[in-house]
């Protein structure tokens, strides 16, 4: 893997996509165990997340269904605070499990929401799966049930996460180079 830039930013590899797709499966393999003949809905946060939620959701060896959600609190390189459901959930969620697919947690404070706004559907269960975990930079109360990497609270692209819509097709994930943007 080499360097990429993008809006003038270095990146350097971080995670290779061979060490994503891994991790895919076993937490794959979890989903499975624990959701056998229960038919849960994965509720795939948009944009970042749809790479991960399409293997997860293909790796799945149970009957599950698939919901989309889109969510908003970024701006270039940093959270706003706030948050936007852009396009909402329109599954019926009442009395099922619903498992949450996201690219990744940082502050927490999007997922905090949408979980709360999720659990007045009434769900059986509610699990969160992040690709990424960002523990340093976490200002609400989330502890993901799933989590492909815990990583320092580092800028990422690549794989889904972006840099103002771009980045997001790259196979592999990659980290803000602060000795090349220095």
């Known amino acids: 893997m080499k360097k990429v830039t993008y809006n003038g930013l270095t990146f350097k590899p971080f995670i290779s996509s061979q060490q994503?797709?891994?991790?895919?499966e076993e937490i794959a393999a979890d989903i499975t165990r624990?959701?056998?003949?229960?038919?849960?809905?994965?509720v795939c946060v948009l944009n970042g997340a749809f790479p991960f939620a399409?293997?997860?959701f293909r790796a799945l060896d149970c009957d599950a269904e698939i919901a989309f959600v889109r969510l908003s609190s970024y701006a270039g390189t940093e959270s706003t605070g706030e948050v936007r459901q852009v396009v909402g959930l329109t599954d019926p969620v009442e009395g099922r499990p619903v498992i949450v697919v996201?690219?990744?947690?940082?502050?927490?404070?999007?997922?905090?929401?949408?979980?709360?706004?999720?659990?007045?559907?009434n769900p059986s269960d509610v699990e969160v799966a992040t690709l990424l975990f960002k523990p340093e930079s976490l200002k609400a109360d989330i502890k993901p049930d799933y989590v492909g990497f815990t990583i320092p609270?580092?800028?990422?692209?690549?794989?889904g996460l972006d840099l103002d819509g771009k980045a997001r097709n790259l196979k592999?994930?990659?980290?803000?180079?602060?000795?090349?943007n220095a």
């Open 34 to 42: 624990k959701y056998s003949g229960r038919n849960p809905l994965i």
């Open 172 to 180: 592999d994930i990659y980290v803000l180079d602060d000795e090349a």
């Open 20 to 24: 994503i797709a891994q991790r895919i």
């Open 54 to 56: 399409a293997d997860l």
């Open 102 to 121: 996201e690219d990744i947690i940082d502050t927490g404070r999007t997922m905090e929401k949408f979980l709360a706004d999720l659990r007045r559907m």
């Open 153 to 159: 609270p580092a800028f990422i692209i690549g794989f």
